[in-house]
């Protein structure tokens, strides 16, 4: 299995700014993914973070929103901008293993005021 | 479209009784099958899986589930609850193999009774 880091691992944010969340694996892997979880929800995919190319936006998510990196097999970032309340949740960071197992990082609180 | 279906959003059993957790896929080309167990703060971690061949999965923790094409089901077990197993429990499927992302069912929630 993969082992995920993230940072932060919690925020409080104001309305209007930006935060970047940073995902981390421990060996390289193709497919990176971005999942919302709203508070009392289950997950929602944003994105597939791709490396060496754009990101795959999922319906009702865009770009300008969720910039999203992906520098390298091992590392990317989502980045979630001009904040609103509504922002609020916990993003995850997944990895698909050769055996198509997937595998979630420890997830990032948002709070937005 | 694809999607997973998780009739029971919150189930209470007593500890040391038996749990099942049911789970529907939309019909049509099997996808591959998780559950995941979510414990409060925690992120998910997975309990098993199903790709293909025997029908009844072994996972993590004492669980287990069956996958039943002719219901599109894949039910989660275990014989005898413990009351750290109270926990936020996901289903979700993966229609689009080596390139696909997870669909999740909503959860269900699982409380123990002592």
């Known amino acids: 299995s993969a082992v995920i880091s993230q940072k932060p691992s919690r925020d409080i944010c104001q309305r209007g700014t930006s935060l970047t969340i940073q995902c981390q694996v421990d060996?390289?892997?193709?497919?990176m993914f971005w999942y919302r979880q709203q508070p009392g929800q289950s997950l929602t995919l944003i994105a597939t973070?791709?490396?060496?190319?754009?990101?795959?936006?999922e319906s009702g998510f865009v770009i300008d929103k969720f910039p999203i990196s992906r520098p390298n097999l091992t590392f990317s970032t989502l980045t979630v901008s001009n904040m609103s309340p509504e922002d609020s949740s916990i993003y995850l960071c997944?990895?698909?293993?050769?055996?198509?197992?997937?595998?979630f990082g420890p997830g990032t609180r948002l709070t937005v005021t | 479209a694809q999607s997973v279906t998780q009739p029971d959003i919150h189930i209470t059993v007593s500890e040391g009784a038996s749990l099942e957790l049911r789970c529907n896929y939309s019909?049509?080309?099997?996808?591959?099958l998780f559950w995941y167990v979510q414990s409060p703060g925690q992120g998910l971690q997975l309990l098993l899986k199903?790709?293909?061949?025997?029908?009844l999965v072994q996972g993590i923790k004492g669980f287990e589930a069956e996958f039943k094409r002719s219901q599109s089901s894949f039910n989660l077990r275990k014989p005898s609850v413990h009351w750290s197993d109270a926990a936020e429990y996901f289903c979700?499927?993966?229609?689009?193999?080596?390139?696909?992302?997870?669909?999740f069912g909503k959860g269900t929630k699982l409380s123990v009774k002592p």
């Open positions: 019909y049509g080309a099997t996808p591959y």
């Open positions: 997944s990895v698909v293993s050769f055996s198509y197992e997937q595998y």
């Open positions: 199903y790709f293909s061949g025997d029908t």
């Open positions: 973070a791709n490396q060496g190319s754009e990101a795959t936006y």
């Open positions: 060996s390289q892997v193709t497919m």
């Open positions: 979700a499927a993966n229609y689009g193999g080596s390139q696909g992302n997870l669909i």
